[in-house]
């Protein structure tokens, strides 16, 4: 079992920058492949960015290029890095690992809010 905490969230002006971690209780993620996903109200989650331990990396096209994901060098905790956020990322963030094909567990989620 694995148990994902973010934080980092909070309110910020349009513009401004944000970075969301992830950690693993008491645990490595090197077995996993991770991800960042985001719910903004009355949508549906979509996916954000992913991330492996050997060096890939992959993103949302409509991010163009603002928002960066990364690990440590212990391999216990994973970022997300948000520049130049807009209103439309206002969301909850929600970090997730898999092990196979399946997101199979997720973290709490921490709220983003970019004022206007």
């Known amino acids: 079992q694995v148990q994902l905490v973010e934080s980092g969230g909070g309110l910020v002006q349009a513009g401004g920058s944000l970075r969301l971690s992830c950690a693993a209780s008491g645990r490595t993620l090197a077995d996993y492949v991770m991800g960042w996903f985001r719910q903004a109200p009355g949508k549906e989650r979509e996916f954000v960015a992913g991330f492996t331990w050997s060096g890939g990396r992959s993103y949302s096209d409509s991010l163009n290029g603002r928002f960066t994901i990364s690990g440590d060098n212990i391999k216990t905790t994973v970022y997300l890095q948000m520049n130049s956020l807009k209103p439309e990322d206002t969301a909850i963030y929600y970090c997730?690992?898999?092990?196979?094909?399946?997101?199979?567990?997720w973290g709490q989620g921490t709220q983003v809010t970019v004022s206007s």
């Open positions: 997730a690992a898999k092990a196979s094909s399946r997101w199979d567990y």
